[in-house]
Structures are given as structure tokens and as C-alpha cells.
DNA sequence: CTGATGGGCCTTTTT
DNA sequence: GGCCCATCAG
């Protein structure tokens, strides 16, 4: 069977898994995606399974399209037949927001209903707590409480059944109630509330339950680690009939703990489903025998999980390089003339490079290198498309034209530009909306069709009813008109893009920005408005990440997963930076982050850098060091150690004891004169129990104790407390 | 009401 | 080092 074709034995039970819930757990490389690809494949070609009965959700949209193009591909492409019409794949968020908008009768919302992103949700809780809680907001932040929030809804707690046994759960509480009603006068979802909404429905209305139990066939899941609470009632809902499950995962790659992930969905899958078969995919073919080992060796102290036997075919391949560079920009230099050199001999496409970091800001240091050496690259997410102000004031237009009670869009333009609509008059207006019981929106269109001139009198006055008039403008010519003029329009009478225009090269990039989005709007011109808005608030940038372009990429670790390359360099491998310093108190948080370098070095085919700094600059404050902990857990044989020019010169003049005309390396605030009851000062050679011989490069109080940064002759640089150091002053 | 200015705070990670 | 926000003069 063409289908099977190069697939091993444990693949091949798994794509021809007989009906019933199956789990294939899987490391990295084992050919995941493909599995759940031919089986997807496999279910409609050689089982009859039509598309429209095969619900298959993934990670991100990019995996999605991948899937569904590659099943295409292999399915024949007979005259008549279906191909993959009515297949449902996608993301959980986009699969729900579907079913939402086809459901919307038995929901709290409209079938036209927006979605509300990250900024969209913290602007809406910022006036809950202002106006409507009078919360103290350095207190009680808008992004604490959404967090929290969140948390409940991924845990499918409403309201209604959260119990508050303390008093912020009584603030939270308040808040989330409040926050619920804002969404749902709004008309507006947030990226939880799509889960949320779709489990309670299944929860509580059997009819439409049935129904979608008596359509679905098959449930695929890709990534069943990630998922939270919500997804997983989701996902037992859908099959629950017929118990056609079918979930991939590696319980190793989760990284989505903080997202309400919790991969003991493993086990309770396990015990909701007794008669589930279980796979095991242990062959990897992606990686080289070196890189696997050393990955194998990262994952293996983690104890919270199951082990697995992950082996390779493939050769032993070079030894991963280890480079401690001397600062971040020492750090991006030697990834730019790595990938250069890499090229160069032609060992490598541009495009089979990656550099990950663990944080977005990481990001920026490496980028300047690139753009100074004339090299591109792609990027994956930090600032994103849509995430952009010009961007995001663009489509609150759109979105406030759709849907004119979207509070937190109609506050974003209704003085953007400038056109002097201010808090008061916004508050005057509200006043006004309370007392006829309709949104501001709506209360503003009424004020176009009849001006109340006691209302708000003045300039003002006004300048509200001039925007009301626009508004009305827009919402009247909204159906008939195209996208792409529509926007063209708002922007034509709103002055907008001069607007932007301040002389600047920035200002100039947002302008470009806008063109690019009005380009973006003719060029999809015939799809319904609501359908683009949902487009663009649920495929991030990840997802349309060009395979065009022949170049690096640059993308955090958490972007990494389900994607491989042949060469990949881990920057940042620092103590606080990965692991993270938010990360460092709590056992959990530190398999997490484990997990996360895990999952990056097993992105690599070929070749693997790991680097570090000797000292990174963090805030605009340079800072010492420490190597991440889970370097010295990759056996040494696999490790072939380099330093950067910069970090042996600095090492030199250091460890040829002070004979260097440069000053020693210490810390702006230090001085050579020893504070009061500091017992260390740098430039003094000392000598350690076990590292031996070194010097102190800086020293300084923390708390009652000193924190001396040594670099040693043998052991390199070590930061030690004094008072549990046996150390001793040399003389010197 | 707007735009300029300076202070405080900060950075996980994404749909 | 940069972003967001509060504050203040015009």
C-alpha cells in the first residue's frame, strides 16, 4: 500500500490502529505528524470515512495547512472524488470559533461575534478596574487578573462555580464576573472563551452534543501534551460516541504548563478510556547519534516522566560545538559567521539554519548583527503584524464598522487621530448610552440620525457628531462595498495615514504598514469582513512564516516545536535566562524549562551549537554569567569547547594575575577599596577547596551575606557565597 | 484637549 | 535600554 510506504512497524499499527481511542506517544523525530498525516489519509482513502466525519486538530495553523496539503498530495486526485472537502483541521481555537459561529443560537453570542486578543482584553480590564471595581491598579493589575482569569477558564470554571477562599479570589471574582459581562455586551470572545464557551455548550446542551457526536467519526489530536482542561472535555465530547480517538504527544515536549497544559491529560486519558491502545514511536530520524545522546542526557534527569528507549539509525555526525562567548554581541557574531562560514562550504541552505532563544527580547541583539552583515533572516513572532498600533487601529475601524458594540474598539478610534473626542466627552457619551440602555456604539449612530444638541454642546459636540456621522457613513456602505475600498475609504476620511506621517523613518514604517494592510485587504476582497477578522486574530505570524525566502530563522524556543533544521544554535544558555529566573524556585517551572531546551536541541538534524555568554547586558545593565545548568549535564565526549576572542582576552588578562594594562573587569558600582565587612574585593587571588587556585573579579553584599563572582584557573567562572565557599586569601 | 516630558517598570513563553 | 503612563503647560 502506497500509504505505508517507508514507514516502520510501529508507525504502520499506528496509522492502520484499528477504530477505537488509541495514544501514540512519541519523541522527537519519530515521524509524529507523519503518522497522523497517512492516517487522516488512510481513514477516508481506504476506509470510506468521508472528510466531513474526520475532525483532526492541531498545534498552530502552519501544521494545519502543512497537513492538509501533504494529505492531498497523496490521496489520488480521481475525477469526482472529494478529496478533502469538509475535512475539519485546524487549530483548537479556529475549530471552536467554527462550531461557535455555526452554533451561535445555543450561545451567549451573536454569530458575528469579534475576538478579542491580548491587548484587546487588558484595554477592557483596565476600565473594568478604574471605572466600574475603583481598584487600586498597582494593586490589583490588569494582567494579574487576566491571568488568573485565564487560568479559570482553561479549567472550565465559570463565575458561577469559582469559589473565592481568600480576599483577592473575592477581587478576581468581582473582576471576572464584571469582565464576562463587558465580552458578552461587547458581542466579543477572548481567545479562552472560544474553549470555554464550546465545552460548556457540549456540557449542557445535549441536543447539539448529539449531533456533533453523531457527524463525528474520527477525532484526531497533533500535540496532546499541550492540551488544557477545556481541550481535553472538547476533544472527549466530540468522540465521545464512537471513541474514535486518536491523540499524538510526547509528554517530554510539553511547554505549555502557564498555558493551563497539563500533560497528565496523558494519564487521565488513560483511565477515562480503559481499552486504549497504546503506541510507542522510539525511532528517531531526524536527528544524528550525537545529538540525540546529548539530548537523551538533558531529558533524563527530568523526574516526572515516563522513560523512553529513543534510538537512532543515523551516524554518530560532528560533536556539538560549545561556545562561550564573551557578551550577546559576541554571542550574534559568532552565529552570523558560523551560518556564514556554514554556507560558505556549502554544508549548508541558509534556510536549514535556526537561532532560538529563549525570550522575544533576545532577539533584537542577533537582528542587528544580521542587518550589519548584510545577511537576511526571518523572524518568527516578537512584534507582530497585527500586533502593531497602526495595525491594531486599523482594524478596530473594521471591527467598530462590523460590530458597532465593540466597546474596546470603539474607544481605540474614537480619537485616533486626534480629533478631539476626549475621556470626557467618552464619559458624557456613555452617561448618555446607560440612560437609552444601548452600547456607546449604538447611542453615537443615534446621535447622527438626531443630534441632541443639549447633549454636548461646543467643539466637542461636535467633533462627536462628526465621527458619528463617519461611522454611519462606513456601516451604510459596509455590505456592498469591497474590503479593500472600505478601508481605503475610512482611511480617505479619517486622515489617518497623514496622521501617522510625524517626519520620522518610524512614522514612515507605519505608513508602510497600513499600505501593506490595505494591500492585504484588496487582495482578499471577497471574503465576508467577519471571515478576515477571524483570519488575522487567529493565524499569528508563525503560521505564514514564508518557506520562500532562503534564510535563517530567528524564533523563540516555544515557536520551535514540530519544526526541525539542519543546523541550530542555542543562544542565551545562561543560569536566568534558560533557565529563567522566573523559573528558578519551583521544581515544576524547572522541568519546564528543561523540556524547553530539550525540545530545541532535538530540532537539530546535523549540527548543534550551544552558547553562553561570560556576561550579558539586561536592561541596559551588564551582569556576569553562569552557564546554564543543564550544559553540564550533556556528557563531555559529545562537547568540543570554544571561547570567543573577546572572552580569552578578558580570560587572559585576567588569569595572568593582574599583569594586564587594562583595569581588572569589575562592575560600575564597585570600587577597589573593600566595603565595610566585605571580605573579598576584586583583583585578590584566592584559593578554593575544589576549584582551586583564581580571582576575585567582583564582589558584593547580598544580604548579610557577599556574593563573590571567581574566576578559576581550572574551573572558570563560579559565583560563590562567602560564608559557604571554603575559600581562602592567597597572598598576593 | 493635545503633545511633550520624565519617571517607573520591566521580560517569559502563544492561541 | 525602551515602553507605558501620569503629569503639566499651552
Not at 525 to 549: G, Q
Request: contains cysteine; aromatic residues 6%; proline residues 4%.
Amino acid at each position: 500500500m502506497e500509504l505505508l510506504e517507508g514507514l516502520n512497524e510501529a508507525q504502520i499499527k499506528a496509522v492502520t490502529a484499528p477504530d477505537g481511542p488509541v495514544l501514540v506517544l512519541a519523541g522527537p523525530g519519530s515521524g509524529k505528524t507523519r503518522v497522523l498525516t497517512r492516517r487522516v489519509a488512510y481513514l477516508i482513502q481506504d476506509h470510506g470515512v468521508p472528510p466531513w466525519r474526520i475532525i483532526a486538530v492541531t498545534f498552530t495553523n502552519k501544521a494545519a495547512r502543512e497537513m492538509r496539503s501533504r494529505i492531498e498530495n497523496m490521496m489520488e486526485k480521481e475525477p469526482g472524488a472529494n478529496g478533502t472537502k469538509g475535512l475539519m483541521m485546524g487549530t483548537f481555537h479556529a475549530t471552536c470559533a467554527t462550531i461557535m459561529r455555526r452554533e451561535a443560537a445555543h450561545l451567549p453570542v451573536s454569530r458575528e461575534f469579534v475576538i478579542y486578543d491580548t491587548s484587546d482584553q487588558l484595554a477592557l480590564m483596565k476600565e473594568i478596574i478604574t471605572t466600574e471595581l475603583g481598584l487600586d491598579e498597582k494593586r490589583y493589575s490588569a494582567d494579574k487578573l487576566l491571568n488568573r482569569i485565564s487560568t479559570l477558564k482553561n479549567d472550565l470554571i465559570t463565575p458561577e462555580t469559582f469559589r473565592p477562599n481568600s480576599y483577592f479570589d473575592e477581587i478576581i471574582h468581582r473582576a471576572y464576573e464584571a469582565y464576562r459581562i463587558r465580552l458578552l455586551t461587547a458581542d466579543a470572545v477572548d481567545f479562552d472563551d472560544l474553549l470555554l464557551h464550546t465545552a460548556l455548550m457540549f456540557r449542557t446542551n445535549c441536543e447539539v452534543l448529539l449531533r456533533y457526536q453523531n457527524t463525528v467519526d474520527h477525532v484526531l489530536v497533533d500535540e496532546f501534551q499541550d492540551t488544557n482542561a477545556a481541550q481535553y472535555e472538547i476533544v472527549r465530547h466530540l468522540s465521545g460516541l464512537r471513541k474514535n480517538l486518536f491523540c499524538v504527544g510526547d509528554e517530554d515536549q510539553s511547554i505549555y504548563r502557564w498555558r493551563g497544559a497539563d500533560y497528565k491529560n496523558v494519564l487521565r486519558l488513560k483511565s477515562d478510556y480503559p481499552e486504549l491502545t497504546t503506541i510507542l514511536l522510539e525511532q528517531n530520524y531526524r536527528s544524528s547519534q550525537t545529538i540525540l545522546e546529548a539530548s537523551r542526557a538533558v531529558i533524563d534527569v527530568n523526574q516526572q516522566r515516563t522513560p523512553k528507549k529513543l534510538f537512532t539509525e543515523k551516524e554518530a555526525g560532528p560533536t556539538i560545538i560549545l561556545y562561550e562567548a564573551y557578551d550577546e554581541r559576541d554571542e550574534a557574531q559568532f552565529v552570523v559567521d558560523t551560518i556564514a562560514t556554514l554556507v560558505a562550504t556549502h554544508e549548508v541552505e541558509p534556510g536549514g539554519c535556526a537561532v532560538m532563544y529563549r525570550t522575544n527580547a533576545q532577539s533584537r541583539t542577533l537582528e542587528e548583527t544580521f542587518i550589519r552583515s548584510g545577511l537576511p533572516y526571518k523572524l518568527v513572532g516578537a512584534t507582530r503584524f497585527y500586533a502593531r498600533r497602526e495595525i491594531k487601529d486599523t482594524i478596530a475601524y473594521l471591527r467598530l464598522v462590523h460590530n458597532i458594540d465593540d466597546r474596546v474598539s470603539l474607544r481605540r478610534v474614537i480619537n485616533t487621530p486626534p480629533r478631539g473626542i476626549g475621556d470626557k466627552t467618552v464619559a458624557t457619551l456613555d452617561v448618555y448610552a446607560d440612560s437609552q440602555g444601548v452600547s456607546a456604539g449604538a447611542a453615537l449612530l443615534h446621535l447622527a440620525d438626531s443630534p441632541d444638541a443639549n447633549l454636548i454642546g461646543g467643539r466637542a459636540g461636535s467633533a462627536l457628531t462628526g465621527f458619528a456621522h463617519l461611522l454611519a457613513g462606513w456601516r451604510s456602505v459596509a455590505e456592498s462595498t469591497p474590503l479593500g475600498r472600505l478601508l481605503q475609504l475610512i482611511l480617505d476620511e479619517t486622515g489617518f495615514l497623514e496622521s501617522l506621517d510625524d517626519g520620522t523613518d518610524q512614522g514612515q514604517d507605519r505608513i508602510d504598514n497600513v499600505l501593506e494592510m490595505l494591500k492585504l485587504t484588496n487582495e482578499v476582497e471577497d471574503i465576508p469582513l467577519v471571515e478576515f477578522l477571524e483570519e488575522i486574530a487567529l493565524v499569528s505570524e508563525v503560521d505564514d512564516l514564508t518557506e520562500a525566502t532562503n534564510a535563517p530563522t530567528l524564533l523563540t524556543l516555544h515557536s520551535a516545536k514540530g519544526l526541525e533544521f539542519d543546523v541550530v544554535l542555542l543562544v542565551g544558555l545562561e543560569e536566568g535566562v534558560l533557565p529563567h529566573s522566573r523559573s528558578l524556585d519551583d521544581l515544576e517551572q524547572m522541568e519546564e524549562e528543561r523540556r524547553l531546551m530539550y525540545v530545541g536541541m532535538t530540532r537539530a538534524r546535523q549540527r548543534l551549537y550551544l552558547l553562553h555568554t561570560f556576561q550579558r547586558t539586561v536592561w541596559g545593565k551588564s551582569d556576569l554569567s553562569l552557564p546554564s545548568r543543564f550544559i553540564d549535564d550533556i556528557p563531555a565526549h559529545l562537547l568540543s569547547t570554544t571561547r570567543g576572542a573577546g572572552m580569552s582576552q578578558s580570560y587572559r588578562h585576567q588569569t595572568t594575575w593582574g599583569k594586564s594594562s587594562r583595569p581588572p573587569r569589575i562592575s560600575e558600582d564597585d570600587s577597589t577599596a573593600s566595603p565595610a565587612g566585605q571580605q573579598f574585593k576584586s583583583g585578590q587571588r584566592v584559593f578554593h577547596a575544589r576549584f582551586g587556585e583564581g580571582i576575585v573579579i567582583e564582589s558584593r553584599r547580598s544580604g548579610n551575606d557577599e556574593e563573590v563572582s571567581v574566576v578559576f584557573e581550572e574551573a572558570g567562572l563560579k559565583r560563590l557565597m562567602a560564608s559557604f565557599a571554603n575559600m581562602e586569601l592567597l597572598e598576593g
